[in-house]
C-alpha cells in the first residue's frame, strides 16, 4: 500500500537547477531512510544519495558532491534531491525509494515510477 509519486523532472540546461520531490503514503514516513537512485539509457541503476530519518545523515555518490543535496520534510511526507550545477552527465530517470530501517543501509522497500532528467548542452 506504500505509494511514491515522484515530480519534478524536466529538459534543462548545463548549469541548470532542479529540484525533484517524492511524496510518500501508506507508511509512517519518519520512521524510515529514504534514498534517490536514477539509471540512464544502457545504464544499471546507481545510488545518488541517501537521507536517516531523522534528517541529520546523509551520504552521496562521489559524483554529485557538492552539487546535490538530499532533504526531507517529515510534516509534509517528503524527500527533495535539490539538484544544482547540472551536467549532461546526469541524465537519466531519476526513482525515489523507501528503505526498510531507520538508517540507510542499502536495503530499499519501495520504489517510485520514476522522473526523467534530462540535461542538454
Known amino acids: 500500500q506504500v505509494q511514491l509519486v515522484e515530480s519534478g523532472g524536466g529538459l534543462v540546461q548545463t548549469g541548470d537547477s532542479l529540484r525533484l520531490s517524492c511524496l510518500a503514503s501508506g507508511r509512517t514516513f519518519e520512521d524510515y531512510a529514504m534514498g534517490w537512485f536514477r539509471q540512464a539509457p544502457g545504464k544499471g541503476r546507481e545510488f545518488v544519495a541517501a537521507i536517516a530519518w531523522n534528517g541529520r545523515s546523509s551520504d552521496y555518490v562521489d559524483s554529485v558532491k557538492g552539487r546535490f543535496t538530499i532533504s526531507r520534510d517529515n510534516a509534509k511526507n517528503t524527500v527533495y534531491l535539490q539538484m544544482n550545477s547540472l551536467k549532461p552527465e546526469d541524465t537519466a530517470v531519476y526513482y525515489c525509494?523507501?528503505?526498510?530501517?531507520?538508517?540507510?543501509?542499502?536495503?530499499?522497500?519501495?520504489w517510485g515510477q520514476g522522473t526523467q532528467v534530462t540535461v542538454s548542452s
Open positions: 525509494a523507501m528503505g526498510n530501517s531507520a538508517w540507510n543501509n542499502n536495503q530499499y522497500d519501495y
